[in-house]
């Protein structure tokens, strides 16, 4: 989307906005998309939803697509508070349902309202890593992560993804990233709780197993290219 074209959109009303971009967005997934989707089956399992979907994180694009792909799994999105001030990706925030937060912080407020979002019934999906990857290879993820499995008590599922650093790739200015032809692939695994500290067991080593066990489930749905940091632990 050209800037000449954002800021005429941006000036229109909301309704309109948010049909113009779900008509834009839509549109351009299924010109230069070509989704490739395996597990699904594994959402129609014993553990009961709300759930807290994990995922590697590679564009701009990974929310849109799997918005729609998850759309009957009632998803809100966390988003890194920055994002909304870009004018290209607060559109997306239009049609994609999300709660801002503040990286490498305690956000009360938006823990606040993942707990409360968790208690109504949303699912929450949450990209471990913090922020896109510039080599498409997992990084290490963030601990954070653990905080809100822990204090939603939610099933996690994790979830892979591929081609989506293609289908919008990465750009120094944001607001020049544009859709372009790609395969893109969603792997999602099987639901899981995580383990309970034991009583023999440190905080720490509790947490570290626990972050691992998230992050290697995403990685083991991606092909060993992307596995980055977990390569070696898959």
């Not at 399992?45 to 998850?70: A, E, I, Q, T």
């Not at 699912?123 to 653990?146: N, Q, V």
Request: with cysteine; aromatic share 8%; charged share 25%.
């Amino acid at each position: 989307m050209n800037k000449l074209l954002l800021s005429f959109v941006s000036l229109l009303p909301e309704p309109i906005i948010i049909k113009f971009i779900s008509f834009f967005v839509n549109s351009q997934i299924k010109k230069h998309a070509r989704l490739h989707i395996k597990g699904l089956e594994n959402l129609n399992s014993d553990f009961k939803r709300p759930y807290l979907f994990v995922c590697n994180h590679l564009s701009n694009s990974d929310g849109l697509v799997l918005n729609k792909v998850l759309e009957k799994e009632n998803v809100i999105f966390i988003a890194g508070k920055k994002l909304e001030s870009n004018s290209l990706t607060n559109l997306g925030f239009k049609i994609v349902r999300s709660i801002p937060i503040l990286p490498n912080s305690p956000d009360k407020d938006a823990i606040k309202k993942v707990i409360n979002a968790v208690k109504e019934g949303n699912s929450i999906l949450i990209f471990p890593e913090g922020t896109r990857s510039r080599t498409a290879k997992m990084s290490e993820g963030k601990k954070g992560i653990l905080l809100f499995a822990k204090l939603t008590n939610a099933p996690i599922v994790p979830i892979g993804i591929w081609g989506t650093e293609k289908f919008m790739p990465i750009n120094q200015d944001m607001s020049k990233e544009a859709f372009t032809d790609a395969d893109i692939n969603i792997n999602i695994g099987k639901v899981f709780n995580l383990p309970k500290k034991s009583d023999d067991e440190t905080k720490g080593n509790w947490e570290a197993n626990s972050l691992n066990h998230i992050m290697t489930s995403i990685a083991e749905l991606l092909p060993k290219e992307y596995r980055g940091f977990y390569e070696e632990k898959t």
